[in-house]
T-cell receptor
Framework: EDQVTQSPEALRLQEGESSSLNCSYTVSGLRGLFWYRQDPGKGPEFLFTLYSAGEEKEKERLKATLTKKESFLHITAPKPEDSATYLCAAEGGTSYGKLTFGQGTILTVHP | DAEITQSPRHKITETGRQVTLACHQTWNHNNMFWYRQDLGHGLRLIHYSYGVQDTNKGEVSDGYSVSRSNTEDLPLTLESAASSQTSVYFC??????????????FGPGTRLTVL
């Protein structure tokens, strides 16, 4: 059974204070590791897909990295508008198109 | 612009009633998915479809059904609503044809309350 675990559950940062969110996964034959951002009352918004260990992708203040067991979402010099819930999801080798989601990390950035 | 829409956005119903939640996408995607999101459980897959006339059960399919008669729509039916089905429901779509990014695009969600 595919499993995805995110930590911490919640993270409070001061504006400009860089940090990382963790996503550990147990998936048979990883096809892809996905990061989403979700704002209150809205659907998840796609950020990144990573396909193989060692891959990195960046978008503004966010950088996602992948190893064989976990993924990190690094947030550099965050701003209050980065406050959201960040979701990680994995697609396993026997689960074409189906994502297993973690419970998310609630990020709050204070000005 | 292409998009994915859900209706209604909010629904209150009574235990035992049949409820149908609509999902419509204009990307012409083959794959469509229904999830529910609850505190402490994250997003869980209910049903999914890889194309017209194809439907499959997900992790939490009991009490739900879907049908796919065209590419654009995947309605979710709660056959006899139960209080345990109070949740926020998200529809998503994806298409692998020709692209490297396999992301699912999510709708805005439907908040369902079963009294």
């Amino acid at each position: 059974e595919d499993q995805v675990t995110q930590s911490p559950e919640a993270l409070r940062l001061q504006e400009g204070e860089s940090s990382s969110l963790n996503c550990s996964y147990t998936v048979s034959g990883l096809r892809g590791l996905f990061w989403y951002r979700q704002d209150p009352g809205k659907g998840p918004e796609f950020l990144f897909t990573l396909y193989s260990a060692g891959e990195e992708k960046e978008k503004e203040r966010l950088k996602a990295t992948l190893t064989k067991k976990e993924s990190f979402l690094h947030i550099t010099a965050p701003k209050p508008e980065d406050s959201a819930t960040y979701l990680c999801a994995a697609e396993g080798g026997t689960s074409y198109g189906k994502l297993t989601f973690g419970q998310g990390t609630i990020l709050t950035v204070h000005p | 612009d292409a998009e994915i829409t859900q209706s209604p956005r909010h629904k209150i119903t009574e235990t035992g009633r049949q409820v149908t939640l609509a999902c419509h996408q204009t990307w012409n995607h083959n794959n469509m998915f229904w999830y529910r999101q609850d505190l402490g459980h994250g997003l869980r897959l209910i049903h999914y479809s890889y194309g017209v006339q194809d439907t499959n059960k997900g992790e939490v399919s009991d009490g739900y059904s879907v049908s796919r008669s065209n590419t654009e729509d995947l309605p979710l039916t709660l056959e006899s609503a139960a209080s345990s089905q109070t949740s926020v429901y998200f529809c998503a779509s994806s298409d692998r044809a020709g692209g490297n990014e396999d992301e699912q695009f999510f709708g805005p969600g439907t908040r369902l309350t079963v009294l």
